[in-house]
């Protein structure tokens, strides 16, 4: 294989959307969101640059996926956010949150 299609080939996987999941220890939440950089958003909610977890830290990553289609990243954190959602993840989550004192989801 070339080394053109080889970078083509990693650039398809390395390219993500991602739909993410932090606990806010101090308020005993779960904030829900999305981006195409998990890494500089974590980074962004760590040094409270972001409104909606500002002065709500400690924070940790409880929970992420990763989508190549903004859209369906979109729709998932929407989802995430319903009741249904909520559900979700409190049923995967089950052992985090029971560990982590039962914050409201």
């Known amino acids: 294989m070339s080394e053109r299609s080889e970078l083509t080939r990693l650039s398809f996987w390395i390219f993500m959307y991602y739909v993410y999941v932090l606990f806010l220890k101090k308020h005993h939440e779960l904030y829900k969101g999305y981006t195409d950089n998990l890494k500089k958003r974590w980074s962004e909610h760590a ?25 369906d990243a979109m729709d998932r954190e ?3 956010k ?20 039962n914050p409201k989801i």
């Open 78 to 80: 929407r989802y995430f």
């Open 47 to 71: 040094r409270e640059l972001v409104e909606s977890t500002r002065n709500k830290g400690p924070l940790e990553i409880a929970y992420y996926e990763a989508y190549q289609n903004k859209k």
């Open 82 to 101: 319903t009741g249904w959602g909520r559900l979700y993840l409190k049923k995967i989550l089950k052992n985090y949150i029971q560990e982590s004192k």
